[in-house]
């Protein structure tokens, strides 16, 4: 169930984020086709754009540790070499260096050629799984478009299968889940551009190479909790080294990180995002591990606002239930 009801999921959550980017363009005198249109390229290259840097990363750093290994060593002598000196410990750092570049250089190009042969096997022997993925892209695409055009229309033939003496309350209960999603999903937009601008300046002030991408990279990461940012810090501190070894602009950068973590968990997130949903931490642990676990990457990117409409579900037949004679008696 979980394949055939992600692409339909994933087209409904990206169409309610490019909601109001359509109705910008309509409010511009656009008709209505194609403010759905260019909402939708809009997303599709807000997509292709992480993608890209994640990309760009990857192809970064492979080449740089083949070329970083020589002055990383020298680094490391520099600071290891005198303190095993009185210690009286002999090390041959010139064959070190010559085994370690010879053997870095053949790992990485029997990786590199495996990786392409085991692709090139994969996308021959399983064509099916390549048009599958192809035709969930397009159904995803389709049906986010005509969700955007007629999405009024749509949650009002919804409002007429909800029988009448409760269309009241699940109109309270759209109304609240709408504004809690609406307030989570600006508040994260101008968290992301302000830890995008404050990640790129500051890795390009300490001198990392790739600043703009890393920072970037890390700022969009943001709205996947804990996991995001371990892995915006890892990227960033794995260049660091290899760029200038276990040196101060690896402390540096460590720092850097420390204060945006805390300028973002202690004053951007709860001024502009509020509590975001209000959910205990071991409560987002297990909705990202739940939800990863049901509908894969999507469901990661998605758990937070997935469980923003379960907690307003949960509280609302909470009150009702306190509220019952049963309950009181």
């Known amino acids: 169930m979980a394949e055939i009801f992600t692409p339909f999921l994933t087209a409904f ?5 490019l909601r109001p980017v359509c109705l910008w363009l309509e409010k511009h005198r656009l008709p209505r086709g194609l403010a759905a249109g260019l909402a939708v390229l809009f997303g599709l290259g807000l997509i292709f754009f992480i993608l890209s840097l994640f990309v760009g990363l990857l192809k970064y750093e492979i080449p740089l540790i083949r070329t970083q290994i020589p ?16 210690l009286h410990i002999n090390f041959d750092w010139a064959s070190l260096k010559v085994d370690a570049i010879q053997k870095i250089t053949t790992h990485i190009n029997d990786n590199a050629d495996t990786l392409m042969s085991s692709a090139l096997d994969t996308v021959l022997l ?43 309350t699940v109109h309270h209960l759209a ?25 790129s300046s500051g890795l390009a ?5 790739g600043a703009v991408a890393l920072g970037v990279f890390t700022a969009f990461m943001i709205v996947i909790p804990y996991i995001g940012i371990t892995l915006g810090l890892s990227l960033t501190i794995i ?9 101060t602009e690896v402390i540096g950068v460590l720092v850097l990180f420390g204060i945006g973590q805390f300028i973002e968990g202690f004053f951007l997130t709860p001024r502009l995002v509020g509590e975001r949903i209000g959910l ?3 409560a ?46």
Do not use: C
Request: no cysteine; charged share 10%.
């Open 13 to 17: 959550i990206l169409a309610y984020a």
């Open 71 to 86: 002055s990383w060593i020298n680094n490391t002598q520099t600071w290891l070499g005198p303190k095993l000196t009185e």
């Open 126 to 168: 399983s064509g099916s799984s390549v048009i599958a993925g192809f035709v969930n892209a397009i159904l995803i695409i389709f049906v986010m478009f005509y969700l955007l055009i007629d999405w009024t229309h749509f949650f009002g033939l919804l409002r007429t299968i909800v029988p009448v003496r409760a269309q009241d």
């Open 175 to 199: 109304m609240h889940t709408d504004g809690l999603l609406s307030q989570y999903l600006r508040g994260m937009l101008i968290v992301v551009s302000i830890m995008a601008v404050y990640y």
């Open 205 to 209: 002030l300490i001198g990392v190479k």
């Open 239 to 247: 260049s660091a080294l290899l760029q200038f070894g276990p040196h």
């Open 280 to 282: 205990h931490p071991v």
């Open 284 to 329: 987002v642990l297990f909705a990202l591990l739940l939800f990863g676990k049901l509908f894969g990457f999507f469901g990661v990117l998605l758990a937070l606002p997935i469980s923003a409409v379960s907690l307003v579900l949960v509280k609302y037949l909470w009150s009702v239930y306190t509220q019952s004679t049963w309950y009181q008696k």
